[in-house]
């Protein structure tokens, strides 16, 4: 299946991801493409382009509550949650909704105009793991008590609830397990580690490494990602895909490489208290999206940090 000629449409489509996954399919030659997004944590500005363009309409709606809709629809695409640590501990109530109810009423969509369903799911379904790299065969290690379980638990959840569908509705159906990414668009202040060391990087401020930052994150410039999302939603792979790239670094090794993008700056390294439940290592096996999909990531972290920053300082 191709995304050309397909009407699309992105549920959380005014957020990070969201917002270039809009852009590509309309880059990409899609004939209409919807956003619908309740700007809790999206941004109308992250839509800039798409507005300018006749086949893009907005429309800001939670979908808690079912969603309005007319005309076909090929593709519904599901990235609508709170999905950095502090916006879902702080929205912990709106995360497990959308995760859930909200999941919900996307399918009951998808299922109404037999479109193509593909969930945003998360590496957090894999918790603090005890398996390295991640497979999508590992069933994870969550604590569903934990700060974290708001959104891993949600998650959880919806990879459930897509599952049922395709097996008892026979909704064609993708889950896409996503990996730390970044890039423009992403919130200055939205606490997650690459703007929050890129903001302490271009105010001079220190920057807080949690822990003793021997933890490890593997992180996936935006462009790949929705790349590999695109890809996925054009294949039958009805089975979990990994998506995210397998160059594993400390995040005290991520602090010195914005250090370095940045050209230097006049912030030292400290240290802060990890938060409860901060998993210690993570970095997918890609090999399932690499055979089925034929999908790698190409950016470098040199040049993906380098475009963030470089957007961040034009913001
Ligand atoms: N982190 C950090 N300093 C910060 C923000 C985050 O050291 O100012 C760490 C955090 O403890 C975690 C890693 O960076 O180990 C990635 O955090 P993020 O919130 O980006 O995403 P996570 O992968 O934990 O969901």
């Given at each position: 299946m191709s995304l050309r000629d397909k009407h699309i449409v992105v549920l959380g489509g005014a957020g990070f991801l969201g917002s270039h996954l809009v852009d590509r399919v309309l880059n990409d030659g899609a004939v209409r493409v919807t956003a619908i997004d309740d700007l809790s944590t999206g941004r109308v500005r992250n839509l800039e382009a798409a507005q300018r363009d006749p086949r893009f309409a907005f429309i800001r709606h939670d979908i808690t509550s079912p969603i309005p809709h007319s005309g076909p629809v090929d593709v519904v695409f599901n990235l609508a949650s709170p999905a950095s640590p502090k916006d879902y501990e702080s929205r912990w109530l709106e995360t497990m909704r959308v995760g859930s109810i909200g999941t919900q009423h996307g399918l009951e969509l998808a299922h109404a105009r037999e479109a193509v369903f593909v969930q945003a799911s998360t590496s957090e379904v894999y918790g603090d793991p005890l398996e390295h790299p991640q497979q999508e065969s590992y069933a994870g290690n969550v604590d569903?008590?934990?700060?974290r379980s708001v959104y891993d638990e949600a998650k959880r959840y919806g990879e459930a609830l897509v599952s049922a569908f395709g097996r008892k509705k026979k909704l064609s159906t993708r889950i896409a397990r996503i990996f730390n990414t970044y890039g423009p668009r992403m919130r200055l202040d939205d606490g997650r580690v690459v703007p929050q060391f890129i903001a302490q990087a271009l105010s001079g401020d220190d920057f807080t490494v949690q822990g003793d930052g021997s933890q490890t994150r593997s992180f996936c410039f935006v462009t790949d990602l929705i790349d590999g999302l695109v890809k996925l939603a054009a294949a039958e792979v009805f089975l979990p895909v990994n998506l995210g790239n397998p160059q594993e670094l400390t995040v005290l090794e991520l602090a010195n490489a914005v250090k370095r993008a940045a050209g230097g700056g006049s912030g030292q390294i400290v240290f802060r208290e990890l938060p409860t439940g901060d998993p210690k290592r993570r970095r997918p096996d890609i090999s399932r999206a690499q055979s089925l999909l034929g999908w790698s990531p190409r950016v470098s972290l040199s040049d993906g940090l380098a475009t963030t920053l470089e957007s961040f300082r034009a913001a």
């Open positions: 569903p008590t934990s700060p």
